[in-house]
């Protein structure tokens, strides 16, 4: 079964600290996500991997950054922490395949309060 | 650009009534739609892929591609079926990478 651990189920911080979110996922996957869930939006792709050191932005990328500097973790980085951040991020991983039907596998999330 | 609509935010329901969860894209492709169902606490997971075409805990999707639609129905809701659930879409094909576009999500209680 596919395990996708992100490091914090809770996280405070103050407005303008950096802010790192890890994920670890321990099936291989080439390709890894950051979501944020939002209340009547869904979710929303903040950014992508398909690569070590590979990345592309998603639909919102602004005001964050990503790494992938191994296979298997994949951060999500708040540069300037601002309260508009304030929200549900979820990572998720997918193996890069041709097969068609292949869905994402997601971790339990990190609720980050910025105050 | 691809686009995916849930139009009710909530839908509740009495145990034993029958359940759709409606679900409408936009894409040019040809597209993969997927549910994913989060139940409290727990982690959004895989309920339904359209191209499997299966029943998962009841529940059933048709892909219509005509009315662009990709419903969710159950005919017996149960009350382990409160959760939120969302429509995905995914233009797997060439360099997208698998890229999930996600509806709004849609609450369901159903009711004792």
């Known amino acids: 079964d596919v395990k996708v651990t992100q490091s914090s189920r809770y996280l405070v911080k103050r407005t303008g600290e950096k802010v790192f979110l890890e994920c670890v996922q321990d099936?291989?996957?080439?390709?890894m996500f950051w979501y944020r869930q939002d209340p009547g939006l869904g979710l929303r792709l903040i950014y992508f991997?398909?690569?070590?050191?590979?990345?592309e932005k998603g639909d919102i990328p602004e005001g964050y950054s990503v790494s992938r500097e191994k296979k298997e973790r994949f951060s999500l980085i708040l540069e300037s922490a601002s309260t508009n951040q304030t929200s549900m991020y979820l990572c998720?991983?997918?193996?890069?395949?041709?097969?068609?039907?292949?869905?994402?596998?997601f971790g339990d999330g990190t609720r980050l309060s910025i105050l | 650009a691809q686009r995916v609509t849930q139009p009710e935010k909530l839908l509740s329901v009495f145990k034993g009534a029958p359940v759709e969860l409606k679900c409408n894209y936009s894409?040019?492709?040809?597209?993969?739609l997927f549910w994913y169902v989060q139940y409290s606490r727990q982690r959004l997971q895989l309920l339904l892929r359209?191209?499997s075409r299966e029943s998962i805990k009841g529940f059933t999707a048709d892909l219509n591609k005509g009315e662009t639609s990709f419903h969710l129905k159950k005919p017996f809701a149960q009350e382990e079926d409160s959760a939120m659930y969302y429509c995905?879409?995914?233009?797997?094909?060439?360099?997208?990478?698998?890229?999930?576009?996600f509806g709004q999500g849609t609450i369901l209680t159903v009711h004792p």
């Open positions: 998720a991983s997918r193996p890069r395949t041709a097969t068609r039907g292949q869905p994402q596998h």
């Open positions: 099936m291989d996957h080439e390709n």
């Open positions: 991997s398909y690569d070590v050191k590979m990345k």
């Open positions: 894409y040019s492709g040809s597209p993969e």
């Open positions: 359209h191209i």
């Open positions: 995905a879409l995914s233009n797997a094909g060439g360099t997208s990478y698998g890229k999930l576009t």
